[in-house]
């Protein structure tokens, strides 16, 4: 994937020397970010080989969040608030059904029935569910109360302050849970140990590197991020419209799975070398990260960034696409087992909603 890398300059160069072929620049763009995530999570999952799978999961999903909310930024700059909270919504549902559920098949067709912290996926579904409710608050209130443009900011600001201490919260639980399993894993015996770090070394993209070389990778990653960020938003519009796209489609099913591509990568690879705990924990995370902090914090910089602020008031489609895609993946995944089955169903769930999206106008969204 790293040959790749090459479209990065060719995307600079279109948007400077051929800026009219916005199709062309939105593809080379779009895909140019995708071996930089990759990159991203072969740095990311050097350190988290060393902190376990709580912490471990809690730094890949963080960086795997890096490059939406890079995205998300320079959409907010120019002003696409509904992309904006179309890509946010998209990936939350990427990640629980199509992310989850392409690891589950992928795990299961080789290694039958797996098994993960089902107390930890129950925080995350619990967690993911405290995030719906403080999205449907504002869409609720805003069919109830006519013109209440000014009341549904301040609303969204105090949730989008909710929601950051809760992360918080999180935060330290996981922390905590992580150096409680790393000093039990501590105890066991120097060859499992050893065996256990070999296994969890080959769950990433290649071999494991130093913590010096996976910062510096994270570094100059996360600028090449923002550069293609810049050039893939600037296009978005008139591709979509070239394509026939709606927004709504553009932001939850296109540019969720570019921004989304780190996680999605190192997940399916930790569930395909057996290590679900590890791959739940990414995808969860992040998905928990993703509407905890990504979101607010969004929400809060919007009034220093763009032409006004953006509200947390999702169309009663984006609600509803996250609402059912919560319910079904707390479902499956709350007894801490899964096979190739229960990821066909959340894939079948994500197609649905997927064909759904492609013909729903912007307005319905």
């Not at 499956?332 to 013909?359: E, K, N, P």
């Amino acid at each position: 994937m790293k040959w790749l890398l090459i479209l990065m300059p060719i995307a600079i160069a279109l948007e400077h020397f051929a800026p009219e072929r916005s199709l062309l620049i939105f593809l080379v763009a779009g895909a140019g970010i995708i071996p930089l995530a990759s990159l991203m999570a072969q740095a990311t999952g050097s350190l988290a080989v060393r902190l376990g799978p709580g912490i471990g999961g809690l730094l890949n999903a963080t960086f795997g969040n890096a490059a939406e909310l890079i995205i998300a930024l320079a959409a907010l700059r120019g002003g696409l608030h509904d992309m904006v909270k179309a890509s946010i919504a998209g990936t939350i549902i990427g990640n629980i059904l199509f992310v989850l559920g392409v690891a589950m098949v992928v795990g299961g067709v080789r290694h039958g029935e797996q098994r993960y912290d089902a107390r930890s996926a129950r925080t995350q579904a619990t967690m993911l569910t405290l995030a719906v409710i403080a999205l449907i608050m504002p869409a609720g209130y805003g069919a109830i109360v006519p013109d209440a443009g000014e009341a549904l900011n301040s609303i969204s600001a105090w949730i989008a302050v909710a929601l950051l201490l809760v992360y918080v919260a999180n935060v330290g639980y996981t922390l905590a849970a992580g150096r409680a399993a790393n000093a039990r894993k501590a105890a066991q015996a120097a060859d499992t140990a050893s065996s256990s770090h070999a296994d969890a070394a080959h769950a990433h993209h290649g071999p494991l590197w130093s913590p010096k070389k996976a910062v510096i990778v994270l570094a100059a990653v996360s600028l090449g991020i923002i550069w293609l960020s810049e050039i893939l938003v600037g296009a978005v519009e008139p591709a979509s419209e070239e394509l026939g796209l709606s927004d709504a489609f553009t932001g939850v099913f296109v540019l969720a799975v570019i921004g989304g591509a780190a996680e999605q990568a190192t997940a399916i690879v930790s569930a395909r070398q057996n290590r679900m705990d590890l791959a739940m924990s990414i995808v969860m995370g992040a998905s928990v990260q993703l509407a905890l902090l990504v979101a607010p914090l969004l929400v809060l910089l919007s009034y220093v960034m763009g032409p006004h602020p953006m509200g947390l008031v999702f169309g009663p489609g984006l609600v509803l696409t996250i609402v059912f895609s919560v319910l079904i993946t707390g479902q499956i995944t709350s007894d801490g087992r899964t096979d190739w089955l229960r990821g066909v169903q959340l894939l079948a769930v994500y197609l649905i909603l997927a064909a759904v999206f492609f013909y729903v106008p912007d307005a319905s969204g």
